[in-house]
């Protein structure tokens, strides 16, 4: 049977965007939903910090696991399996007696994940070679709108229909992605049995590049980190920086959406210019313009000067996300796609975990500068490793 792979990156992308947007959709008031649970006032933050960073926590856990079963079942099984946990899991918030059962909830959140990397391994498989740059940046944009529009309509579903109703629709909206996935992705594959499946050190040493492997999960784990370092100190930066403390809110929501804006823009455009002229280019010069992006970040005067930075940074992760993305695919045996992908999210939702706790402990020791400056030093350093890495590569056009 002749898979229509576009039809797929297609529903994928539909699929990878209600996802996006039901996991940022509950951020705004998670921690008004954990007073309302009837949490003491004096542990509302802590709760809420945990009630967010678990489920990245756990996702990163049992990634690999998800991966080594997509290999062995089929990507479009594991993507029907997280949108159908997912669906009970965040529907359920709404039912929740209280908070620790609240943190249980959000835990298997985590733990029945998996939809975007799946769909990412799945279509990276199926797209032509010569077009997998593309269609990975496009894939990316989906849940980077999601993500991007979630904050926003979670506040104003709250607002209009009361907090536990919004876990009601974020229910709603995973269990139409179910039915999507169900009826409309469709894949050609082989059940293999446990043991004829290539071992996770086989797949290592039939990688074309280990060494690069293991950079690009770098990469991922320091995208991420730099995307979250900033989180827990941005409202107050803001309020440092602004003469306007009434349109704090306003401002940090409009902050964190402009990097999300372009990088929706950029991504297919740079993934097909990846295409081109080789993704391990287009990463490098995205981690360059990062870091380019965070040493000014730390030294603004003003928050439009901060929203400026944050636009030009979403170019960055514009390229490095579809980079990333495309460059496992090229090196990695077909039969271990998934469980390369699987590692890969392990290390972007370790990233998820740590950078709050990197921002914070910095922010606490020095200043809110400091965290930009050190978020800077990480990705200079993810610049030298890539350089390192791809020192063959900048010579001859090898890994594409």
Same mark, same amino acid.
């Given at each position: 049977m002749e898979i229509n792979w576009k039809r797929n990156l297609l529903i994928s992308w539909i699929g990878c965007f209600f996802t996006g947007a039901s996991f940022s959709l509950v951020m705004p008031f998670i921690p008004l939903y954990i007073e309302e649970l009837g949490a003491p006032a004096s542990q509302v933050p802590l709760l809420s910090g945990l009630a967010i960073s678990i489920t990245a926590l756990a996702a990163a856990i049992v990634a690999p696991i998800w991966g080594n079963l997509a290999d062995r079942k089929g990507r479009r099984l594991m993507m029907i399996r997280a949108a159908a946990g997912m669906t009970v899991t965040m529907g359920a918030l709404a039912f929740v007696p209280n908070v620790y059962w609240l943190l249980v909830m959000r835990f298997f959140t985590g733990v029945l994940s998996g939809y975007i990397p799946n769909a990412t391994a799945l279509i990276a498989y199926q797209a032509p070679r010569e077009k997998s740059g593309w269609a990975i940046g496009t894939l990316a944009t989906g849940a980077i709108a999601g993500n991007l529009i979630g904050p926003l309509m979670g506040g104003i579903l709250a607002e209009l229909l009361g907090m536990k109703n919004v876990f009601i629709i974020t229910g709603m909206i995973l269990f139409i992605t179910l039915l999507l996935t169900i009826f409309l992705v469709k894949e050609t594959f082989e059940p293999v049995e446990k043991k004829d499946l290539m071992s996770t050190k086989e797949i290592l040493g039939q990688s074309t590049r280990r060494s690069v492997l293991f950079g690009l999960f770098f990469t991922s784990l320091i995208l991420q980190l730099g995307m979250t370092s900033i989180s827990p100190i941005l409202t107050l930066y803001i309020r440092e920086l602004s003469t306007d403390t009434g349109s704090v809110l306003f401002l940090s929501g409009l902050i964190v959406s402009v990097a999300?804006?372009?990088?929706?823009?950029?991504?297919?455009?740079?993934?097909? *210019?990846?295409?081109?002229?080789?993704?391990?280019?287009? @990463?490098?010069?995205? /981690?360059? &313009?990062?870091?380019?992006?965070?040493?000014?970040?730390? *030294?603004?005067?003003?928050?439009?000067?901060?929203?400026? @930075?944050?636009?030009? /940074?979403? &170019?960055s992760t514009g390229a490095l996300m579809p980079s990333v993305n495309t460059l496992i695919s090229k090196i990695t045996p077909p039969e271990g796609v998934s469980r390369i992908f699987g590692y890969n999210q392990m290390f972007n939702n370790f990233g998820q975990v740590l950078g709050p706790l990197v921002g914070s402990a910095v922010a606490q020791a020095y200043s809110y500068s400091a965290v930009f400056f050190v978020t800077a030093g990480f990705v200079l350093l993810n610049i030298f490793l890539s350089l390192f890495n791809f020192r063959h590569d900048l010579k001859h056009q090898d890994i594409g």
């Open positions: 999300g804006v372009s990088a929706v823009i950029s991504s297919p455009y740079l993934g097909r *210019l990846g295409d081109r002229i080789g993704n391990h280019k287009i @990463l490098l010069l995205g /981690l360059v &313009f990062s870091f380019c992006c965070f040493i000014p970040m730390g *030294l603004v005067t003003s928050p439009w000067q901060l929203g400026v @930075l944050r636009f030009l /940074l979403g &170019f």
